[in-house]
DNA sequence: GGTATTCTCGACCATTCGAGTCAACATTGT
DNA sequence: ACAATGTTGACTCGAATGGTCGAGAATACC
């Protein structure tokens, strides 16, 4: 698994930030309720969010969380390595760590994997992101409406 | 991380095979010694490469293993999901589980991915990884000319 | 038949990582 | 003052990783 919980976690709150966006803070409660996230879990990784300079929090009744950037702004690519640290699908092309050759002989192919990952990554937005999941509950309505 | 030693370790010995095909069974400890990894720890790589077809082993002296197709018909997706199982990058990709759609929402993004991915790897035949390895060898001889 | 060589299989082990939980504390609106 | 809210670090618990080890099985060779 490339991907742990916090990566997916962390981007499904970013994605609810970025949709109640202008709306003043948003409370962790609401958030962790609405995306299914363990509240104290979903803490740690807005505090990550909030190193990394995505969000700002304010304290105190109606306080919350906000996106301190527009969501155009926010690519997918910097949010997970905020919140996983490096998206490497192999130890050796964490840095710059290359095997000799001889020895492994694979590091090419891994290499262009990533490559490409990262470049479709980059070119995600939060606000596709948020555009995708509108679009989504457009079909669903109505589809409902069929049905009734 | 999404490949564990055990993709890396395995593939290195499977290369190993494609480069010594038809001079008959190699040893654990040549392949061990030659592709830096713990003997005890390959036997468990070559017994699943074993089960799933890849390779033929025979026990006594002058044994070893040998491939069990040829170096074109074997290729870095299916390599690889028999030694690591699943290459999926996030949980609910592994199967189909598909989550609520309003609650993540990012889900369309790592399917790509992971298609591009998986698309790639197939494409990859121990062959081509061989190949490379020689043309680098290759390379690495020119230079050394040079230097000389 | 005996022995050396090589693979085979399962049990075991240590360490790290993932996914949380919790409690104490800081800040702020009313 | 007090209640609501965010902030932080310590802690836990189970699973996965990355091995090791030893008994046993097959086989070539003398
Ligand atoms: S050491 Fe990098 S792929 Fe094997
Ligand atoms: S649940 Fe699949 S990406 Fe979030």
Known sequence: MLLSTKGDYGVRAMIDLAKHEGE??????????RRQIPEAYLDHLL?????DGFI???????G???LA?????????????SLEGSLAP????????PQEEAICGQDWVWQE???????????????????????HERERATAARYVI
């Open 90 to 97: 192999m130890q050796c092309l964490e840095n710059d760590d």
């Open 56 to 62: 700002r929090s304010t304290r105190g009744p109606a």
């Open 113 to 135: 994997i990533y490559d490409d990952m990262r470049a479709k990554l980059a070119s995600v937005s939060l606000a596709d992101l948020v555009e995708h999941e509108r679009e």
């Open 24 to 33: 003043g803070p948003v409370q962790r409660a609401e958030i962790a309720r």
């Open 64 to 66: 919350g969380h906000q």
């Open 47 to 51: 505090a990550q969010l909030r190193r």
């Open 69 to 81: 950037k527009t969501p155009d702004e926010i690519c997918l690519l910097h949010l997970l390595e």
